[in-house]
């Protein structure tokens, strides 16, 4: 073996022991908790971490809620990745954060596993935060203003510990993805089976053997290909004060 390659052999074996890590924490609170919301929150927290460890520190991860200047607001999403540079949350109480829409990069739902009943609920819950209205407004430089552009599209995925099918993910898994545009799951990873994603339009799939680590490097490169937020309009949440005064 080169030294090149016992350098490759030890990165390896290294993303290898942060997925095995990761497996035998939500495996350890999967068989230890017995309450289901609390076993829920706690693989949650497991996920929070390996986000906020291996994202950059312009983005910020938090459970929250999404809403828009329009009165919107999702339903709760376990991981929400967020601009943390431009944006501040608003109206955050104790353990509940609301984002504004235009704030956010991507959302993710974390299940014990993969089965219909939770790619759909994923689904749904990436279909409450994408239909949510996001402003854009003109960013003032030294030598003018650059034009508002157009909000990208918002990335939503799954996280989870397994698959529930004999095949991993495989055809029966594929078989089962949402395909409601705004319910579309563009990634997702179930640490014992492998990972996916669409980022490049069509799916690709990846095995078991260092799928955390994939499927991370992955969304790390999808991100960076979105850029920065648009900047918000402040003025149009400004004006839900305006439109709940009460007349005199």
């Not at 924490?25 to 906020?52: P, Y």
């Not at 991981?79 to 959302?107: G, I, K, M, W």
């Not at 430089?141 to 099918?165: C, D, E, M, N, Q």
């Amino acid at each position: 073996m080169t030294a090149e390659q016992s350098d490759l052999a030890w990165m390896h074996q290294a993303f290898i022991d942060v997925q095995t890590e990761l497996s035998f924490k939500i495996q350890r609170a999967n068989s230890s908790i017995g309450h289901s919301g609390a076993k829920g929150a706690v693989n949650e927290e497991h996920w929070l971490e390996i986000f906020r460890a291996y994202l950059p520190n312009r983005y910020e991860v938090a459970s929250a809620f999404v809403i828009d200047s329009l009165g919107g607001r999702s339903h709760q999403i376990d991981l929400v990745v967020y601009d943390r540079h431009y944006t501040p949350t608003l109206l955050d109480q104790q353990s509940h954060r609301y984002v504004p829409a235009e704030a956010v990069y991507a959302v993710f739902e974390c299940k014990p596993h993969l089965d219909k009943a939770y790619l759909q609920y994923a689904g749904e819950k990436a279909a409450s935060v994408r239909r949510l209205h996001r402003t854009s407004v003109a960013i003032t430089h030294a030598g003018g203003a650059y034009s508002p552009r157009a909000p990208f599209p918002i990335v939503a995925g799954i996280l989870t510990a397994r698959s529930s099918w004999a095949d991993g993910i495989d055809d029966t898994f594929i078989n089962h993805l949402p395909t409601e545009a705004d319910e579309l799951l563009d990634c997702g990873c179930a640490l014992n089976d492998g990972a996916f994603d669409r980022f490049e339009g069509e799916l690709k799939v990846r095995g078991a053997d260092g799928a955390l680590i994939h499927f991370l490097f992955r969304l790390l490169g999808k991100l960076q290909s979105l850029g920065t937020v648009t900047a918000i309009d402040w003025s149009a949440y400004a004006s839900i004060l305006d439109a709940t005064k009460e007349e005199p």
